[in-house]
């Protein structure tokens, strides 16, 4: 892979997994899925999964004429419509139900084991970017180790 421009869909995806690595950083005991588990109802998570992250993403990217602000590129409108699906997506994936993580079994619910497994393939896909883009000092997680 030649360019290490991220693509704009992985820009949540970094966003996720850096939240996720700052919890394991201040938590060393932590393991991955401890991490995860803890990133889900945290104040990002309830910003990405209400799709209000989005929202204000693209009103941004709106008020700029839909130009990147770093690289004054215009952002084609394919691109744009893959970040609301993107949008919608999460908001499928993450829904919220406040404290209905765990049955009395203590196994996640059917919901809450959708958002884990989302959030875990958005940290799959951040450091798939980062190897393929040979950026591997980004990986922290070594998930897909």
């Known amino acids: 892979m030649q360019s290490k421009e991220k693509p ?15 919890i394991k950083k201040k938590n060393p ?3 991955n899925i401890n991490a995860v588990e803890n990133f889900i109802g945290t104040e990002k998570y309830k910003e990405i999964s209400s799709g209000e992250f989005h929202d204000k993403w693209l009103k941004q990217l709106k008020n700029n004429n839909f130009k990147d602000t ?4 215009q952002i084609p ?10 949008r919608d997506m999460m908001v499928k994936q993450l829904i919220q139900f406040p404290n209905l993580y765990y049955a009395k079994s203590h196994f996640p619910l059917e919901i809450s084991q959708r958002a884990f497994d989302h959030i875990w393939r958005m940290c799959e896909s951040f450091e798939l970017w980062c190897k393929e883009s040979k950026q591997t000092n980004l990986i922290y997680l070594k998930i897909i180790d």
Do not use: D, P
């Not at 704009?8 to 700052?22: G, H, K, P, R, T």
């Not at 770093?70 to 590129?73: G, H, M, P």
């Open 29 to 31: 005991s932590f393991s």
């Open 70 to 73: 770093k690289t004054k590129k």
């Open 77 to 86: 409108l394919e691109t744009i419509r893959l970040l609301e699906i993107q």
């Open 8 to 22: 704009y869909v992985l820009f949540v995806a970094e966003i996720i997994y850096s939240q996720i690595c700052e």
